[in-house]
């Protein structure tokens, strides 16, 4: 084999350009779906994928919040309070809050089937946020809906 190919003719150049339209159409299909292309690859460039097996807990109620995730493939199941609270998908995301208001996650996140997931360490969230103004306000406004949802008793 040539250096540079990986078989059947194909480049890493091509692959690495196949991969990074892939991840750029999950963040198109996410909260992000209001950006152009040039701001999605910056985007891109911030998060890693990640591979995680049904059962891995992704978050702990409780514990402080470092990372913010995009469901790519597969389901999370969302418990508070012992309590399942509502299963999610692809195009989904968690962990927001703790990182939006620095306090300890609200919920416990755990993979329900094997997942495929975009990541956001603390400081490339808040980059983000800082950078798109439009991201911001989605985020906030997905905050206030999933906070009533924990508390559907209380008057809002």
Avoid: Y
Wanted: glycine share 10%; aromatic share 4%; with cysteine.
């Amino acid at each position: 084999m040539l250096p540079g190919r990986i078989g059947r003719g194909r480049t890493m150049e091509r692959v690495m350009a196949t991969h990074t339209d892939d991840k750029l159409e999950l963040l198109k299909c996410s909260f992000l779906a209001g950006l152009g292309r040039k701001d999605l690859e910056q985007v891109g460039r911030l998060a890693d994928e990640v591979d995680v097996k049904a059962g891995h807990v992704l978050m702990q109620e409780g514990s402080v919040g470092r990372e913010f995730f995009v469901i790519i493939d597969g389901k999370v199941r969302v418990d508070h309070g012992g309590r399942e609270i509502r299963t999610m998908g692809p195009g989904e995301f968690l962990g927001d809050i703790a990182l939006v208001t620095e306090a300890p996650r609200t919920a416990t996140a755990t993979a329900v089937t094997d997942s495929r997931l975009l990541v956001l360490g603390h400081r490339e969230f808040h980059s983000l946020l800082d950078q798109f103004p439009s991201i911001r306000l989605n985020v906030l406004q997905s905050i206030a809906l999933r906070l009533r949802a924990l508390e559907p008793d209380a008057a809002h």
